[in-house]
């Protein structure tokens, strides 16, 4: 079992930036591949990146690709997601999850899911 707490949401300007964080707990975090997720309104949840174990292998949906950054510290059982460049269609609740395989951008191979953590971008 791997429990998974997002934080780092709350209100920011287009253009800004914000850190999402993602704890993981109850498990060796560094057996799992882990990824984030979003739910912005009107659209089903979508995958945004993705991160191998190791951070050998990392993928990024088209439409983040470069104002985005995922990245993992193991020895604090994190996962992060650096955002740049905001803009309001950014503007939803974010997931991390875990997932024993490398399946990157699909939802339902994924293990363990965090509640989310909502952020808002104001134009």
């Known amino acids: 079992q791997v429990q998974l707490v997002e934080s780092g949401g709350g209100l920011v300007q287009s253009g800004g930036s914000l850190r999402l964080s993602c704890a993981a707990s109850?498990?060796?975090?560094?057996?799992?591949?882990m990824a984030w997720f979003r739910q912005t309104p009107g659209k089903e949840r979508e995958w945004v990146a993705a991160?191998?174990?190791?951070?050998?292998?990392?993928d990024y949906a088209d439409d983040v690709k470069g104002p985005f950054t995922i990245c993992r510290d193991n020895a604090k059982n994190t996962v992060y997601l650096h955002m740049n460049s905001l803009i309001p269609e950014d503007t939803g609740v974010y997931y991390c999850?875990?997932?024993?395989?490398?399946?990157?951008?699909?939802?339902?191979?994924?293990?363990?899911w965090g509640q989310g953590t909502q952020f808002t971008v104001s134009s």
């Open positions: 999850a875990a997932d024993s395989n490398y399946t990157y951008q699909y939802a339902k191979s994924y293990d363990y």
């Open positions: 109850g498990s060796t975090f560094n057996r799992y591949a």
């Open positions: 991160i191998s174990w190791s951070s050998g292998r990392i």
